[in-house]
């Protein structure tokens, strides 16, 4: 839509609540607090973040599904919330693909397995066989049954065939915390989250689960290389109204968003951190609904262990 018409709609009206389903300072929270500051001044009010912990991200995304469709109630949803979660909750209480209005895919990104800095194996097939002589004894992290890191170590669990216990977290900020500190074994994280933790040596990382190495990780194989070539998990965050939200409000948004992602500084803070910043065609709001589709699909599909 063009700037003039946008100009003229009556949004927002007050302050717009941006709902984090995770915890702070974890990568779905580092994304928001990017983008939205200077959406913010795109659209002339300010917009609180509110971290709405638990369930994965799912009470997050129950809640905005059913805020006031009128814009000022969205939430970062992701790969997981949008995704992942319709498979790994029988009950979940939203449809990803039904009850929210899409507005804008934010980042992509890769995953990485992670593990605590003195994890004993030294590269994935140590790995896979480490985990399995020891699964007993092992702590995965994860950000809560549903998230990225749940599903992404579900997915490599399952490829390698063991089933070592679970530690839930509020996000994986904390997790990776708990990482560094020694507290829990390996997590398969976002790698906005690993990169700082990784430059300062703080974990290690196995794998990089895309077809192709990380220019900010460049030592990280790649699954196939590392012998692993179905461990391939492409995260995404993206940006949801509650469904009904009018198309002249979805707009505006849109709009707001693709101007974030076009600012040099923004730019470089999430690729600088690994994300990948959709280029123009791919911020429509049908792009992220396809997604949704697509990834309900394919995590039915991993859950059900129908194909890996
Ligand atoms: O889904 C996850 O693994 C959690 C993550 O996105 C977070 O922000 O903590």
Not at 185 to 196: G, L, R, S, T
Not at 212 to 238: H, I, K, M, S
Not at 290 to 296: K, P, T
């Amino acid at each position: 839509a063009e700037p003039d018409r946008l100009d003229q709609i009556d949004f927002p009206v007050r302050t717009v609540t941006v709902v984090v389903p995770f915890a702070k300072g974890g990568p779905t929270d580092t994304v928001a607090r990017l983008i939205t500051a200077e959406m913010a001044k795109t659209l002339g009010q300010p917009i609180e973040i509110e971290n709405m912990l638990g369930a994965g991200g799912t009470l997050a995304a129950t809640r905005v599904a059913h805020a006031a469709p009128d814009g000022h109630t969205l939430i970062v949803g992701h790969l997981g919330t949008h995704g992942a979660a319709v498979a790994l909750f029988p009950k979940l209480a939203y449809r990803p693909d039904k009850d929210f209005t899409p507005v804008a895919l934010l980042t992509e990104m890769p995953v990485l397995l992670l593990a605590r800095k003195q994890f004993p194996p030294k590269d994935l097939s140590e790995f896979a066989s480490y985990v399995k002589s020891h699964t007993d004894n092992l702590n995965v992290a994860h950000a809560g049954f549903g998230s990225v890191s749940y599903a992404s170590c579900l997915l490599l669990n399952r490829l390698l065939k063991v089933d070592p216990t679970g530690v839930p977290f509020s996000g994986t900020g904390p997790a990776l915390q708990a990482l560094v500190e020694g507290q829990v074994d390996y997590m398969c994280d976002q790698i906005v989250n690993a990169v700082p933790a990784l430059r300062e040596g703080k974990v290690k990382a196995y794998v990089i689960a895309a077809s192709e190495r990380d220019p900010v990780v460049p030592d990280v194989p790649t699954a196939r290389e590392a012998g692993l070539p179905g461990f391939q998990v492409g995260a995404w965050t993206g940006l949801f109204a509650p469904r009904g939200t009018p198309e002249p409000i979805v707009a505006k948004l849109n709009a707001a968003v693709s101007r974030a992602l076009d600012q040099s500084d923004v730019r470089t803070r999430l690729t600088d951190l690994g994300a990948l910043v959709p280029r123009p065609e791919q911020r429509a709001p049908v792009v992220l609904a396809q997604l949704v589709q697509e990834e309900i699909s394919r995590w039915e599909d991993v859950v059900k262990g129908t194909t890996p």
